[in-house]
């Protein structure tokens, strides 16, 4: 039975891809390199965003070394951006019907926590929210990736185990999460990642509108 569901937020709650596209082109651009396409980056984006930004070709020693203005570049010309982004369609009705459930529902993401729950405030879904699993620091996500390990922890700390929770994420990352911990996973299209990249990724469900993930939990618990 399902007890938790554990979203990310970035291109899954918050339809923002074309934001962060454009935020890491400002960064591309000062590198000397030439901006991409938001088909580009949904074909070449992963976390760490280090290797991002290595594979459309710009040298990883330089990027390291310009981590700081990367964080600075990104996130100030993002977080202009981020008071208009909407939220996924169907979000608000999931998240009421979680809540109406007794669900546990979480945010584990590589954005910043302070920002996370700041949109939460504006998009006026904040109650429905149990917790925020994020980084603390502006480069955290170009270096490396811990959420996986941040929501085990937060399972274990809520005696949930692996069965019980369903992960929701528009990337291969929580997938792969989901399944080194034994859990259920939802990938959502139109996000940061290509359908095609989603689907070779192997998810339990495939799905394209987030109103969907009440029958697929409906679904699961009724066989419990």
Avoid at 21 to 27: A, E, S
Wanted: charge should be positive; charged fraction near 25%.
């Amino acid at each position: 039975m399902i007890k938790l569901v554990a979203f990310d937020w970035n291109g899954t709650l918050l339809a923002d891809a074309q934001a962060v596209c454009d935020g890491c082109n400002h960064f591309i651009s000062a590198m000397g390199v030439k901006p991409i396409t938001l088909r580009i980056y949904r074909e070449k984006f992963v976390v760490p965003v280090i290797d991002f930004y290595e594979s459309i070709g710009l040298s990883r020693k330089k990027v390291l070394k310009n981590a700081k203005m990367n964080a600075q570049i990104f996130h100030k010309y993002y977080e202009l951006r981020a008071s208009t982004i909407r939220s996924r369609a169907n979000t608000g009705t999931i998240l009421k019907w979680l809540y109406q459930q007794n669900i546990l529902t979480v945010i584990f993401s590589n954005h910043i926590t302070r920002r996370i729950e700041e949109q939460l405030e504006r998009l006026k879904i904040a109650k429905y929210i149990d917790g925020v699993i994020a980084n603390n620091e502006l480069d955290e996500a170009l270096k490396g990736r811990n959420k996986g390990e941040k929501l085990i922890s937060f399972a274990k700390t809520n005696d949930l185990n692996a069965k019980e929770i369903l992960i929701v994420g528009d990337s291969s990352e929580e997938i792969e999460i989901a399944k080194e911990f034994g859990s259920i996973s939802v990938a959502i299209t139109h996000g940061h990642y290509s359908t095609k990249r989603l689907k070779a990724a192997k998810p339990d469900y495939l799905i394209g509108d987030l109103g969907n993930l009440i029958n697929i939990i409906r679904n699961i618990n009724t066989t419990f």
